[in-house]
Every structure is written in structure tokens, then in C-alpha cells.
């Protein structure tokens, strides 16, 4: 495809990320640029952990309009801003930030990207959430899942985890009044009950991953009145998502959160509203699904 001519008009924008090689972001973004005939680009910037303060002060002098925060950077980076927003904040991480007048401003809109995707399907109103995992996907979807109204939020952990997976739920039942949040580690005999006990099961690890096979609760565990999201998107179907169907489950994979995060971080900076199926459709083409 030919490249739209870059001139001294081009707003730039890209991703900040260590390794950056294997982003999706810059031909998601450059495809919906292209598709509605405007004059931005988007680049991929390796950033060392040392270099973070240096490149975010170079990206604020450049005049960038904006730019995502990937692995390792997006706590690191929260200091370095001059703004975060609300939920940015309550989650702990950002992914998204804007820069207008040479002010930085952090967001994460994986938080709304979970929250649109998942509610294609089914409402988080009145439904008990369990999650497995306690990392950044995990801190993002508690938040999305009790803003769309879930009363009840089960946190699933390693043994290992068990330390952070309380100082996540300690942080949640300040953050999140009302809400009730429980934790449960994976060997625990409550465990299983307490996974059956939720309508909505979001995997929030890496394992499903090529990098990471397998499946992080027994299969077993779930039954036909439970819906299941994966938050993995490569592969589009995870062994968990596999698993779930075979028992009754309705399931849906991480494509389009990942589509719908990078929709709103689109908005964010150029003030457009891109359509994040288009987004969804270049993933596609890029991951050959
Ligand atoms: P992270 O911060 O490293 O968190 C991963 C969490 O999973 C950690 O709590 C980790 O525990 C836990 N974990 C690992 N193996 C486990 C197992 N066998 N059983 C239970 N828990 C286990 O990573 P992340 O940023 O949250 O990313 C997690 C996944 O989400 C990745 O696959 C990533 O690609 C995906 N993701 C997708 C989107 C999207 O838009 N679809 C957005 C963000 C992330 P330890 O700390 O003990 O390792």
C-alpha cells in the first residue's frame, strides 16, 4: 500500500514500549489515519526503562500530539506526567497519553475497551465478576467491570500472588464504594465454588498465550450459566475460550478490547471518532485470522 507523504503538517503520534518489535498499534492506528483521509502517524519507540524520563521530556518537546505506554513503562511513567485522570488513577497504570500545549495527561483506555467489548455481549448490571489474575489487565478490568455496574468482584490468584492480590482488593473496596470483593487462591478447597459462583469469568493472564500454553483454572470449574472473557488476543482462541464453549459458556477473546482501547485513545487525540470494527478488521489482516 502506498504511504501517505509525511510533511510539516504530519501530527505524530506512537507507542512507547521495551521490546516494541511485536506492537500491533502502528498498523491498527495508520490503517484508520488512511481510511479517514487524515494527516497523522503513528510510530513505534523503543524506550530502555533508564531512558523513560528522558523520552517522555523529548516527546513533550517535540510537540507530539500523544502517545501509548506499553510494558515496562506504564506505572513508571505515572510521575512523570503533569495529569491523570480519574480512573487512570484508581486502576494504577496508564496507556494512553495526551499532549495539548505541552501538558501530558495519562489514561488507560483498556478499562473502556474491556467495558464496550464485553457489553456487545452481555450487561455487567446486578453480575458477579471473577477474575483470574492480579496484574495491569486485571487492575483495569475490576475498575471497567464495577463502573458497568457489577456488585461483586472475585479476585483469583497464585498462592504466590496472595500479597498483591489483597493490596488489590484492599485498594478496590476504598476505591469502589459499595462494592463487595473477595480473594481466592487457586489451591484453595473454596476456590471452584467461588469461580462457579460468578456469572461473568475473565481470564486476566498471560496463560493461553504460545509463549504461555495451557489453561489457569481446571475446565471443569465452569458451567453453562457463566459467560467467559480472555483478555489474550493472540491466539484468538485460547485453549480457556475452547473450554468454556465445550461446557456451555458463551466465551469472547481480547481482539476488541485491544481494537477498542486503541478507538478511544484515537479520540483522544484527534478529536475523531474512529470505527473500532475498521480497527478490529486491520488486526485481523495482520494477525491472518
Ligand atoms: P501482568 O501485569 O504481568 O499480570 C499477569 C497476572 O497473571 C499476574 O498477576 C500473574 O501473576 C498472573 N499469572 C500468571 N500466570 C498465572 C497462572 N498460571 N495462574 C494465575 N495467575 C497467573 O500482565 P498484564 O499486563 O495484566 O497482561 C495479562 C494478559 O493480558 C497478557 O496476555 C496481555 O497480552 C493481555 N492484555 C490484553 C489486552 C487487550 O487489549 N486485549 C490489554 C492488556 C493486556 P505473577 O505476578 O505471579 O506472574
Not at 506492537?23 to 495508520?30: C, D, I, Q, V
Request: charged fraction near 20%; aromatic fraction near 6%; proline fraction near 7%.
Amino acid at each position: 500500500m502506498t504511504q501517505p507523504e509525511i510533511t510539516g503538517h504530519t501530527r505524530v503520534v506512537g507507542v512507547i514500549a521495551h521490546p516494541v518489535e511485536h506492537t500491533l498499534s502502528p498498523p491498527m492506528h495508520n490503517a484508520e489515519f488512511r481510511r479517514l483521509g487524515l494527516d497523522w502517524v503513528y510510530v513505534p519507540w523503543d524506550v530502555l526503562p533508564e531512558n523513560l524520563p528522558a523520552a517522555v521530556n523529548g516527546l513533550r518537546a517535540l510537540g507530539v500530539a500523544g502517545f501509548n505506554v506499553t510494558i515496562p513503562h506504564k506505572q513508571a511513567i505515572m510521575p512523570l506526567l503533569d495529569r491523570i485522570e480519574y480512573e487512570a488513577e484508581v486502576i494504577g497504570a496508564v496507556n494512553t497519553v495526551t499532549c495539548t500545549g505541552g501538558v501530558l495527561t495519562g489514561f488507560n483506555t483498556d478499562l473502556f475497551g474491556w467495558q464496550e467489548d464485553i457489553q456487545q455481549d452481555i450487561s455487567l448490571e446486578g453480575r458477579a465478576v471473577c477474575l483470574i489474575g492480579v496484574g495491569g489487565a486485571a487492575r483495569a478490568v475490576t475498575v471497567g467491570a464495577y463502573r458497568a455496574g457489577a456488585p461483586r468482584l472475585v479476585l483469583v490468584h497464585r498462592p504466590a500472588d496472595a500479597d498483591q492480590a489483597q493490596a488489590l482488593a484492599a485498594h478496590l473496596r476504598e476505591k469502589c464504594r459499595g462494592a463487595e470483593v473477595e480473594t481466592a487462591s487457586l489451591d484453595s478447597s473454596a476456590c471452584r465454588d467461588l469461580v462457579r459462583s460468578c456469572e461473568v469469568v475473565v481470564n486476566a493472564t498471560p496463560v493461553g498465550m504460545a509463549s504461555s500454553p495451557g489453561i489457569p483454572i481446571p475446565a471443569d470449574w465452569l458451567h453453562p450459566d457463566q459467560y467467559l472473557y480472555d483478555v489474550i488476543y493472540t491466539p484468538a482462541e485460547t485453549e480457556l475460550m475452547r473450554a468454556a464453549r465445550a461446557a456451555g459458556c458463551r466465551a469472547r477473546g481480547g481482539l476488541g478490547m485491544l481494537a477498542r482501547q486503541g478507538a478511544m485513545a484515537f479520540k483522544l487525540w484527534t478529536g475523531t471518532a474512529p470505527d473500532p470494527l475498521a480497527m478490529e478488521a486491520t488486526l485481523r489482516q495482520r494477525l491472518g485470522l
